[in-house]
């Protein structure tokens, strides 16, 4: 009997021991808090949808799959509906703004288009809007994602107009080439806003605006890059 224990006995030591070290060497993974700042006009802001069916928050959902479960994504909106570029720029330095943002997205310029206001402002002030979302992005420009502006010529609005069109045109390719000359991300989602008149579930109620189904398909769009961006 005295040999039967001293042999259980053993066993169960043997056992012990093999779970202790079991648990010394498990993996133990540190959450992560992922910081995004989203910048840009009703666009950013989501006019005329939910907020959380506006890009932002859209994106958030689709990354959120890709994160550990202790993981969290914290979103900083800077947007407002009417803004222009020259509005962005008052609101950013009037705010305390951070500079560790894993992620920043910029998407501005179709109010400066819309109100008319002279091109060579857009071309001072985007230039000087990426210079901060970069600073805001930890100094990293490979955080930054530049979003294209969308055709509002293609809702009920716009009417199919080649002036409005032409306009968000010159917008954009200024935007793309000032990104490809420095090495920026730019999505183009454009393309998708013009389907608006013949895909009316594109726009949102008022006729203007993107709808959720249409930020859903920015969001195919801007996911990836965003990954690539965040390690995901």
Same mark, same amino acid.
């Given at each position: ?18 779970? $202790? ?9 540190? %959450? ?17 949808? $939910?907020?959380? $069916? ?7 959902? &689709? ?51 819309? =109100?008319?206001? %002279?091109?060579?402002?857009?071309? =001072?002030?985007? %230039? ?19 979003? &294209? ?29 000032? $990104? ?18 013949? =895909? ?9 605006? %993107? ?22």
């Amino acid at each position: 009997m005295k040999y039967l224990a001293k042999i259980f006995s053993s066993l169960f030591l043997s056992l012990l021991l093999i779970g $202790c070290s079991s648990d010394e060497n498990e993996i133990v993974i540190a %959450p992560v808090n992922y910081k995004y700042l989203a910048l840009g006009d009703s666009y950013t802001y989501g006019q005329s949808v $939910c907020a959380d $069916c506006r890009f932002p928050e859209q994106l958030k959902d &689709s990354l959120s799959q890709y994160l550990n479960t202790s993981d969290t994504f914290d979103i900083k909106l800077i947007a407002e509906t009417g803004w222009t570029t020259t509005s962005l720029k008052a609101v950013i330095a009037g705010e305390p703004i951070t500079n560790d943002y894993d992620l920043v997205t910029l998407l501005i310029g179709v109010n400066n288009q819309f =109100q008319g206001r %002279p091109f060579y402002i857009y071309e =001072q002030e985007f %230039p000087e809007l990426i210079n901060t979302a970069i600073s805001k992005a930890k100094g990293d420009k490979n955080n930054v994602i530049v979003v &294209s502006i969308p055709d509002y010529a293609y809702t009920p609005y716009g009417q199919g107009s080649i002036a409005i069109s032409e306009g968000v045109y010159s917008y954009n390719e200024f935007a793309r080439n000032y $990104c490809l000359a420095n090495d920026i991300t730019f999505v183009n989602i454009t393309d998708i806003t013009r389907a608006g008149l013949l =895909q009316p579930e594109l726009v949102a109620s008022d006729g203007l605006h %993107p709808s959720t189904i249409a930020y859903s398909k920015f969001v195919e769009r801007i996911l990836p890059e965003a990954k690539i961006k965040l390690g995901l």
